[in-house]
């Protein structure tokens, strides 16, 4: 009979499959990338325990076209500076990502805080404008002019924190211990600019980043860079703990309890 193709891959196959991704070549994108000071107390809000603040309370957007070949794609993050063990890394709250695909790996794989929106980044000339938006709201925008060249960093490695769970099936928390995932970025820049501009947040109820105000603009950079990342578990987490912060990651925290009407399926 025909090959069935939602029956069970070959050995073969998953093998080539595992093989084609771990020989993928560097991936470039153009991204702008904004750094500020916000309100202490907003940072140390937003960050679930065990995760705590950074001496700085930092905050950081990135905004970033990657030109694929028949599959453009656009990919954002809003992060906070944090610590766990003695690391200090990066917390996103949200990551618009223009492409089904980039979404489900990060989410499924990572436990990043991947959501579908618009992202855009565009350069004319010395001007450059780039923004995050979702549901018809531009919750972040970056604009400004291109002011000089920066002197290239060496690779540098970076640490994002990522929480992964399920929620439980009977709406009572999760089916199983939330984990704390420290994900490693090995980061190469071939380019690097200097913007002078600004940065805009605007009120979003389902993206309410206007809650960590501009205090004080530290940098915007445009730049070119290509990042190989890999993740580890590094705890388990208190559930009751992570609860109230649920709501980071979906657009209605109610939704997660919506099931279909019964005999609907």
């Not at 073969?12 to 020989?23: D, G, M, Q, W, Y």
């Not at 970056?142 to 990522?162: E, I, M």
Request: one cysteine or more.
């Amino acid at each position: 009979m025909a090959r069935v193709r939602y029956g069970a891959r070959t050995e073969a196959e998953i093998a080539a499959a595992r093989t084609a991704s771990s020989k993928l070549p560097d991936i470039w994108s153009t991204g702008v990338v904004a750094l500020w000071e916000s309100d202490p107390d907003a940072v140390a809000a937003v960050l679930p325990p065990p995760l705590k603040p950074t001496g700085r309370p930092l905050v950081r957007v990135n905004i970033s076209r990657v030109d694929l070949a028949g599959y453009p794609l656009g990919a954002g993050s809003f992060a906070v500076a944090a610590a766990h063990d003695g690391v200090e890394g990066w917390y996103p709250l949200v990551m618009p990502m223009t492409h089904e695909r980039a979404l489900i790996g990060g989410r499924e794989v990572f436990g990043e805080p991947k959501k579908l929106g618009e992202v855009t980044l565009e350069r004319d000339g010395l001007v450059v404008h780039a923004s995050l938006a979702r549901h018809g709201i531009a919750f972040v925008e970056v604009r400004g002019a291109v002011s000089g060249d920066l002197p290239l960093p060496g690779p540098v490695q970076k640490t994002d924190f990522y929480f992964k769970f399920l929620p439980a099936v009977d709406g009572s928390g999760f089916d199983a211990e939330p984990v704390l995932v420290h994900c490693l970025r090995e980061e190469k820049v071939r380019r690097l600019e200097r913007v002078t501009g600004d940065v805009v947040l605007r009120e979003s109820m389902y993206d309410p980043v206007a809650d960590l105000p501009v205090r004080r603009l530290l940098e915007i950079t445009l730049g070119e860079k290509t990042t190989d990342q890999r993740g580890r578990v590094v705890e388990r987490v208190s559930a009751q703990a992570l609860l109230p912060y649920i709501h980071q990651r979906y657009d209605d925290p109610r939704q997660i309890l919506d099931g279909p009407p019964e005999g609907s399926v």
